[in-house]
């Protein structure tokens, strides 16, 4: 520890790190990290009193010791030899989680991507289980405090890690990258997704290809194939590039996958092939990009030598976080939670899912698609193009949810307007957040199928709660119309 603080051999012997005082165990070393809310200085006394080794704070963030106790502890407990001075406690954090990176010995898998990064991080866990002792990143702590947490959590024992890092702009994955040091890079793929501070597509590739630059030459980068944003940093990152694709022959790609067939009423079966085999899988209803996703996640196993038959089956064990494409049958109703987050490339796959899954119920295909974030100059014309595009998908019931989804719509309107002249039967409604819900929650019949998504500030998971509740009271009890 002290190593990596950039200092001598400390006090105490350290356990474990922790940067809140609540769930700090014993033995722990407390990391005083700043943030929007809290500031873990405050609470360097808490942290002694729950039995802290030690406490790593920013240089002149304490006031001076006492003359009359200059080497010992102060009132409240404090132990002021243990208190370990360093100019940022972010990069001591990472610098802490990077020496038990080091000395754990652990393949780290590390994901980023525009879409889908913590459904290929949950994925990804699956199948690695199957065959070596891993951990993984937590729900969607990505940042540079959730990332350095994941990895502080490695035992001697444990033999993988997998790690999801989310981005903002440049220089945020590089940072990550080099306190995980990766043995294998995974990028998802690349759309239009914080444009509002990158500006174009181009920018968006070179922000997360920091992930691919910062692999060492033993490493091994897994990107979609046919990928043009990503082409030109594949030329220089310097280490082993393996694509993957959806279906059974997709140009260059290295390992490809494809649904087969569908399964029973709960299934489905799907191929996976890499260069020396291939496997079927048998999984519950499978989404498009959930599809993408495994396909990603299996070439992460490929490019690390892992038995491939093996983690394939670890697809069927997935328990993916909250709000992202799970399937709910509530009632009569299915709805599809796909509320953590929106762009416009995921919100075409999800609406192809939605009307193939209530095509095969026989059901009312029914959206309800809130606010796009972070797209920049464009976000009107972004939003009308989803409208338009549920229109021709065949959507039969459209809710816009905040106020730039008036534009998705309009874009609904106008196509059926265009197509079909008359507003009868267009069924559709617009309302201002998520708040307003009753609306909503008035229009579904018996047996409909509902898509919810959008960016994670809409908080649209808030009208799947309501459905919930509302089915849990009797409601929506008999089938489809």
């Not at 597509?201 to 290809?209: I, P, S």
């Not at 033993?218 to 220089?236: D, F, S």
């Not at 799970?326 to 919100?347: F, K, Q, R």
């Amino acid at each position: 520890a002290g190593r990596a603080l950039g200092i001598g051999p400390l006090v105490g012997a350290v356990s474990g790190v922790s940067i809140d005082s609540r769930s700090l165990r014993p033995g722990d070393l407390f990391v005083a990290v700043r943030g929007v809310r809290f500031d873990g200085h405050d609470f360097v006394e808490a942290a002694f009193a729950a039995g802290a080794s030690g406490a790593v704070v920013e240089a002149g963030s304490r006031p001076a010791r006492s003359r009359d106790d200059p080497g010992g502890a102060r009132a409240g407990g404090v132990d002021e030899r243990a208190v370990y001075e360093v100019p940022d406690t972010l990069e001591a954090l990472g610098s802490l989680a990077r020496e038990v990176r080091r000395t754990s010995g652990a393949e780290v898998f590390a994901i980023t991507g525009s879409v889908g990064k913590t459904s290929t991080k949950d994925l990804l866990h699956a199948m690695v289980a199957r065959v070596r002792r891993v951990v993984a990143t937590s729900g969607n702590q990505n940042n540079e405090v959730g990332l350095p947490l994941t990895l502080l959590t490695l035992e001697s024992d444990s033999e993988a890690a997998v790690v999801e890092m989310g981005m903002r702009g440049r220089g945020q994955i590089e940072a990550l990258t080099a306190v995980a040091e990766p043995d294998v890079g995974i990028i998802t793929n690349i759309h239009p997704v914080h444009l509002e501070l990158l500006g174009t597509l181009e920018e968006v590739a070179a922000a997360k290809a920091e992930l691919l630059t910062g692999l060492e030459p033993a490493g091994v980068a897994v990107v979609p194939a046919l990928c043009a944003p990503l082409e030109p940093h594949l030329l220089g990152c310097g280490c082993r590039v393996l694509s993957f694709g959806v279906g059974p022959e997709v140009s260059g790609a290295d390992v490809t996958g494809w649904l087969e067939k569908q399964g029973d009423e709960e299934g489905v079966v799907w191929v996976l092939r890499w260069p020396e085999g291939e496997a079927r899988i048998e999984t519950a209803e499978l989404s498009s990009y959930t599809l993408e996703n495994s396909i990603a996640a299996a070439t992460a196993c490929y490019g690390a030598g892992l038995p491939m038959e093996e983690c394939a089956k670890g697809i069927a064990d997935v328990r993916f976080s909250a709000g992202r494409g799970e399937i709910v049958e509530v009632g009569s109703l299915c709805l599809i939670d796909d509320t953590y987050n929106a762009n416009p490339a995921a919100m075409r796959m999800a609406i192809d899912d939605l009307v193939r899954l209530a095509a095969s119920r026989k059901a009312r295909a029914v959206a309800v698609l809130g606010d796009m974030l972070e797209l920049g100059p464009n976000t009107e014309r972004f939003h009308e193009e989803i409208g338009i595009y549920a229109a021709e998908a065949g959507i039969q019931v459209l809710w816009g949810v905040g106020p730039v989804s008036e534009a998705t719509v309009e874009g609904f309107r106008k196509w059926r307007r265009a197509k079909e002249g008359s507003r009868e039967g267009w069924n559709t409604g617009h309302v201002v957040s998520s708040e307003a819900v009753t609306p909503v929650v008035d229009s579904l019949r018996p047996g409909d199928v509902v898509l919810f998504k959008a960016s994670r500030g809409v908080q649209l998971e808030k009208m799947v709660s309501r459905v919930v509740a509302e089915s849990a009271s009797g409601r929506w009890t008999d089938g489809p119309d």
